[in-house]
């Protein structure tokens, strides 16, 4: 039998886990208690996040927007400061799983997962956002890009927690954009992501961050295409450029959602989507 | 370990296991086979329950975080009146075929509806993305759900 702890505090969940290395730790549940569901694996401790306090919140501090990692997909929907300050963020939580999913799967448990197709990551990697994390040493921070290692792998350490994430404001940036190409419009994995920022000035783009999910181990932000589109408007000829070399930049595999060579032609297609709205 | 929160209006104390699924103390230990055990992967929705007003899938929660909690499950929904409105729109709207997809649709509609009484067809879809159904092919769900909102409001008005 497992024994289940839900802490109130951070202190007291640094603490359980100082004292149990082992331990199996989750917030919502939609991805860690699935896995143990299929594995059968049955940990001595399973501890639940979702009752500590300092997890919670979406707040500015300094200049930036801290989310807790215990925030829920639904309450990061709820964000008005989201919603205007990092909107990329904001579109690509609005596609994860269904309402219940959102009612109870966390940014946090995103990050931990690390899925490359996890939709929140290539927004967190667009928007240059920061994971802090926590231990009975101390805290640190580390930028999304270095946090995400590989599928299922991160920098967490043993005794961390992800305690929230810091992400820039980015209502200047004129484009935020997010696709999510599934098997369904709803509780599909990605097979292809595209997460966007950019920044124009009278119609020519003065910055652009561009990054693809579900094509490659991690998240991966194209620096190649980000620079094609820097002093050139959004326009086709120069979007179908960018989605050549977006589409030979990819790392896609053949899985049972779609072929590598689906993938790697959706990837290029998407670019085109930041045309459209202008 | 003991838990107590309050299931369908009523406070419940309780020994359960710590790591035993919600769905299956709400079915087992409380009777209520309303809830259904569909895919034990959150895929499905047929477990959805309210806990905190929220639609959440029993199957991936555990007996301990019941703790504190306000739960309702499709055996309390017709306590709340945008419950009584699906219930009853279902019945008339012919949504229900062999049934066992009907509880989690009916909460996740019920909470929708109690966010959002006026809904537009788009959101009613959104909001029952979550509940598979094999039988129907989700037309007449749909409907029922637009019409129960049409109920609720000519009952406000």
Same mark, same amino acid.
């Given at each position: 039998?497992?024994?289940?702890?839900?802490?109130?505090?951070?202190?007291?969940?640094?603490?359980?886990?100082?004292?149990?290395?082992?331990?199996?730790?989750?917030?919502?549940?939609?991805?860690?208690?699935?896995?143990?569901?299929?594995?059968? #694996? #049955?940990?001595?401790?399973?501890?639940?996040?979702?009752?500590?306090?300092?997890?919670?919140?979406?707040?500015?501090?300094?200049?930036?927007?801290?989310?807790?990692?215990?925030?829920?997909?639904?309450?990061?929907?709820?964000? +008005?400061?989201?919603?205007?300050?990092?909107?990329?963020?904001?579109?690509?939580?609005?596609?994860?799983?269904?309402? #219940?999913?959102?009612?109870?799967?966390?940014?946090?448990?995103?990050?931990?997962?690390?899925?490359?197709?996890?939709?929140?990551?290539?927004?967190?990697?667009?928007?240059?956002?920061?994971?802090?994390?926590?231990?009975?040493?101390?805290?640190?921070?580390?930028?999304?890009?270095?946090?995400?290692?590989?599928?299922?792998?991160?920098?967490?350490?043993?005794?961390?927690?992800?305690?929230?994430?810091?992400?820039?404001?980015?209502? +200047?940036?004129?484009?935020?954009?997010?696709?999510?190409?599934?098997?369904?419009?709803?509780?599909?994995?990605?097979?292809?992501?595209?997460?966007?920022?950019?920044?124009?000035?009278?119609?020519?783009? #003065?910055?652009?961050?561009?990054?693809?999910?579900?094509?490659?181990?991690?998240?991966?932000?194209?620096?190649?295409?980000?620079?094609?589109?820097?002093?050139?408007?959004?326009?086709?000829?120069?979007?179908?450029?960018?989605?050549?070399?977006?589409?030979?930049?990819?790392?896609?595999?053949?899985?049972?959602?779609?072929?590598?060579?689906?993938?790697?032609?959706?990837?290029?297609?998407?670019?085109?989507?930041?045309?459209?709205?202008? | 370990?003991?838990?107590?929160?309050?299931?369908?209006?009523?406070?419940?104390?309780?020994?359960?296991?710590?790591?035993?699924?919600?769905?299956?103390?709400?079915?087992?230990?409380?009777?209520?086979?309303?809830?259904?055990?569909?895919?034990?992967?959150?895929?499905?929705?047929?477990?959805?329950?309210?806990?905190?007003?929220?639609?959440?899938?029993?199957?991936?929660?555990?007996?301990?975080?019941?703790?504190?909690?306000?739960?309702?499950?499709?055996?309390?929904?017709?306590?709340?009146?945008?419950?009584?409105?699906?219930?009853?729109?279902?019945?008339?709207?012919?949504?229900?075929?062999?049934?066992?997809?009907?509880?989690?649709?009916?909460?996740?509609?019920?909470?929708?509806?109690?966010?959002?009484?006026?809904?537009?067809?788009?959101?009613?879809?959104?909001?029952?993305?979550?509940?598979?159904?094999?039988?129907?092919?989700?037309?007449?769900?749909?409907?029922?759900?637009?019409?129960?909102?049409?109920?609720?409001?000519?009952?406000?008005?």
């Amino acid at each position: 039998m497992t024994k289940v702890v839900l802490p109130r505090t951070l202190e007291e969940t640094l603490r359980v886990l100082g004292e149990h290395p082992r331990a199996v730790v989750y917030a919502g549940g939609t991805d860690v208690l699935v896995g143990l569901a299929r594995s059968g #694996q #049955q940990p001595e401790v399973l501890v639940c996040l979702e009752r500590v306090e300092e997890l919670k919140g979406i707040e500015e501090r300094k200049g930036r927007i801290w989310i807790g990692a215990g925030t829920t997909h639904a309450q990061v929907l709820e964000s +008005d400061l989201i919603r205007a300050e990092a909107g990329v963020l904001w579109l690509a939580t609005s596609t994860i799983g269904s309402p #219940q999913v959102r009612a109870m799967g966390t940014i946090g448990g995103n990050l931990g997962t690390a899925s490359p197709a996890g939709d929140s990551l290539g927004a967190l990697v667009v928007l240059g956002a920061e994971v802090e994390l926590a231990s009975e040493e101390g805290r640190r921070r580390v930028g999304v890009e270095e946090f995400l290692l590989g599928p299922g792998r991160t920098a967490l350490r043993k005794g961390e927690i992800i305690v929230g994430v810091w992400v820039p404001k980015a209502g +200047d940036w004129q484009v935020h954009y997010y696709e999510k190409v599934g098997r369904r419009r709803a509780m599909a994995i990605a097979l292809v992501s595209m997460a966007a920022m950019v920044r124009l000035e009278e119609g020519v783009v #003065q910055e652009a961050r561009v990054a693809f999910g579900a094509v490659g181990p991690k998240v991966m932000r194209l620096k190649e295409v980000e620079g094609l589109l820097v002093g050139s408007r959004l326009e086709r000829e120069v979007l179908e450029q960018a989605g050549k070399v977006a589409a030979r930049s990819v790392s896609p595999i053949d899985d049972i959602r779609a072929s590598a060579a689906y993938r790697r032609i959706v990837a290029g297609r998407l670019l085109l989507r930041l045309g459209e709205k202008r | 370990m003991q838990v107590r929160f309050t299931l369908n209006s009523r406070e419940v104390e309780l020994e359960v296991a710590g790591d035993e699924r919600v769905v299956d103390v709400l079915r087992e230990q409380l009777g209520l086979k309303g809830v259904k055990a569909g895919c034990g992967e959150g895929e499905c929705g047929a477990c959805t329950i309210l806990v905190d007003g929220q639609p959440r899938l029993s199957c991936l929660m555990l007996a301990a975080q019941l703790q504190g909690r306000e739960v309702v499950t499709i055996e309390g929904i017709q306590e709340l009146a945008p419950g009584r409105a699906v219930q009853e729109a279902f019945v008339a709207c012919g949504a229900v075929q062999c049934g066992f997809c009907t509880p989690g649709m009916v909460m996740s509609a019920t909470a929708l509806l109690m966010r959002s009484p006026r809904p537009t067809l788009q959101e009613v879809r959104e909001a029952l993305a979550g509940n598979i159904c094999r039988c129907s092919g989700y037309q007449k769900i749909v409907e029922a759900v637009v019409e129960a909102a049409r109920a609720l409001e000519g009952e406000i008005d």
